[in-house]
């Protein structure tokens, strides 16, 4: 993980893509350093707010220096960011975090998902996965009808939806495209609400798959400082020796075997 640092970075563009949710490109020169499942810290213009709003990473367009967000309106920090436009600059702290271990997919049977804001950061990780070769098949979860992100996931690879609602793809939830769809899996690599993760969880160790569990949901000011996100461990953390891991600090990936959600 490279060396976090807080710069200024200029707004390329924003819209709304779904409600509550906004897409926005920064002009960065942190864009070469982002990888699948790591994140920035997003400073607000308020000087009373001293820590960053913790954002995953929906793409990295290295050759033009920007990062791509996705993000949904939960607060007054991004309800703020949601009314910033063009030519805007902003305080951005990065690289944050571990991502995905791109490296341990390549070759097998991949399957990413999605469960609603965890939706963003597969954009990265199917670009990863496909440009070394690995075309992986992508579950999108989504309450409604409103599949925001699929047609970028589908430059990358198969996408099946879940609705909650039934009026777009496999009615309910990922697990049920799994069974619905007859998807087989070396590695399951997965970003969500926090019963999504925990079922994904079970799932792969019944089957015996290997899953990778993005945990960012949990996350609060993504530096370590509040300890707001600390998970239980199956090993004991080596300075601390507790079985207690910082979500945003130690992760937000981690090894689903490794971890207690």
């Not at 609603?116 to 690995?134: D, K, N, S, Y």
């Not at 989504?142 to 879940?162: M, P, T």
């Not at 089957?207 to 370590?224: D, F, H, N, P, W």
Request: aromatic share 6%; net charge neutral.
């Amino acid at each position: 993980m490279s060396e976090k640092r807080k710069v200024k970075a200029k707004v390329l563009s924003q819209k709304m893509i779904a409600p509550d949710i906004y897409d926005m490109w920064l002009s960065t020169e942190l864009a070469g350093e982002a990888g699948a499942g790591q994140f920035i810290g997003v400073y607000t213009k308020d000087a009373s707010r001293l820590l960053p709003r913790p954002i995953s990473i929906c793409q990295a367009d290295k050759e033009k220096g920007a990062i791509r967000i996705v993000y949904r309106t939960a607060g007054a920090g991004t309800e703020e960011f949601s009314g910033w436009q063009p030519g805007d600059t902003a305080d951005i702290l990065g690289i944050l975090g571990n991502g995905f271990p791109v490296d341990r997919a390549v070759g097998k049977r991949v399957v990413l998902m999605g469960g609603g804001i965890g939706i963003p950061p597969m954009v990265q990780l199917a670009a990863e996965l496909a440009g070394a070769g690995t075309e992986p098949v992508i579950i999108a979860g989504y309450r409604d009808s409103i599949l925001f992100l699929k047609e970028d996931l589908e430059k990358f690879g198969k996408v099946l939806a879940a609705t909650e609602d039934g009026s777009a793809g496999t009615k309910g939830n990922v697990l049920n495209v799994m069974e619905d769809k007859h998807v087989e899996a070396d590695i399951i690599m997965a970003c969500g609400p926090m019963p999504m993760l925990r079922a994904i969880k079970s799932y792969a160790a019944k089957k015996q798959i290997t899953a990778y569990l993005s945990l960012e949901e949990r996350m609060a000011c993504g530096v370590g400082a509040c300890l707001g996100c600390v998970c239980r461990t199956v090993h004991k953390d080596h300075h601390s020796h507790v079985n207690n891991a910082r979500i945003c600090t130690d992760g937000p990936v981690f090894d689903a075997g490794e971890v207690d959600i």
